[in-house]
């Protein structure tokens, strides 16, 4: 069990995945080193000795490659494979689900990140390491695997949403927040009564929160109560001095502040779907009005770039999970198995396996799978499959693709689905507001048509039967592990 970002760290150690490194440069340096490491060897970077930054002000990137550290992060056994975890993560959701509020956010009256404090002209956000990750980057992002507190002013509900941070000055900065997401929501709300949002936000915190920042967990809950319950343990927090908003008990470096209606040019950055999509941007404002620290504090960072970067993996599970229990929900039965690959950088290419108990069954899974807002935001292609198809493995998807769906009549093709200005392929307009980007979808049924199904007129799939497997690897050791 890991209380915090050190102890967690110390927990990575153990499992021999962790790496220190020391004088690594801010200016790409750090976000060449971390994208080479999530496409290679895949260890938790911890950098110290920072050029340009105090030693012992470190950042650490890698933290969830894969699933034994997302496992560890939930407080899971670490032996759990892609498929046992995703089923895991949504029965966890789903049995807390009549009760998440017993896993509300746990109020502590004291924290660390206390430790160090400052306000008014004191401020100086230039002193945290802050990687420019990417040479075609507009600037210095200190916020990536961030955690944005904001509370709705109408019902309370607190949302925390991981959207990137451009350094602006030492006391402002800007921040993306998409069309769709929960704080867009709120932030629009206070500025239509003439008020500034106001917000806390931490950059270094247990991995825990940055899975839940970084996820489409359903409105009116808070990501607080959400991660709480998947862990099976409630999350500490402590109230912000300044705004009452819930913070991290184990942030390591927090601030409280306001999002105003001020807009600053922002990027270009280089985003999750692999290109400098949106461009420079025109971004909200935050200006900081408190800033808390730990000794020596540990920034969570991370950068996106060509797939599978820093964040794909652990967005897999995740997502997955997500849309298996909304499957469920909406009385999709004969679920086996979801993926999100991440070579879709876990949106854009989804696959979902059923046992098919009727005609059109796959057709109902397949758009659920691809309207449901974790299915949705930033989509593309869903494929569904029969259970005989392990939906983590690409060869096995692509197999049944090629096998079992016709183009003519086993492609769905829905037009002018939620869009994203960071699409590629989408066109922008000078006039064109963020609200109004669509694209379309695909949904591709790899499944064997029903009718051959039911009467076994399907073909047999040419492979030794399961015992002859299983005597054949007994006798021959060569082919045992
Ligand atoms: C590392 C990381 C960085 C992200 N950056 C952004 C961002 O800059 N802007 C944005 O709108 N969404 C970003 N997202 C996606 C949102 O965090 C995600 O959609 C989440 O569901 C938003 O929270 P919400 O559902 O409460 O709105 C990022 C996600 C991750 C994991």
Redesign the pocket.
Known sequence: MTTDLRSWLESVRSLGLLRELRDADWDVEIGAITDINAKKNKYTLLFDQIKGYPDGFRLVTGALLDSKRVALTLDLTPTLNDLELVRTIKDRAKSAAGNMDGYSAKYVDHAPVFENRAEGNKINMLKFPAPKWFEYDGGRYLG??DAIITRDPETGWI???????MLQDETTMS????A?????LMIRKYWDAGQPCPVAISFGHHPLI?MF?????P?GVS?FTYAGAVRKRSYEVVKGPMTGLPIPADSELAIEGYIVNEFRQEGP?GE?IGYYGGGTTQSATVKVAAVYHRDKPIILG?C?GRPPHD?TYF?CPMRAALIWDILETAGIQGVQGVWCHEAGYSRAFTVVSIKQLFGGHARMAGHVACQC?PGA?SGRYVVVVDDDIDPSNLDDVVWAMCSRSDPATGIDVIAESLGTPLDPIVDHAPDKDILEYTSSRGIIFATKPYRKLIRNEFPRVVEASKELREKTVRRWKELQD
């Not at 921040?175 to 998409?178: G, R, S, T, V």
């Open positions: 990536t695997a949302n925390v949403g991981a959207y990137r941070m921040i993306l927040i998409e769709p997401r929960h704080a867009r940055h920042a970084g996820m489409e967990v409105p990501e950055f999750f991370t996106s964040y967005r807002r935001v």
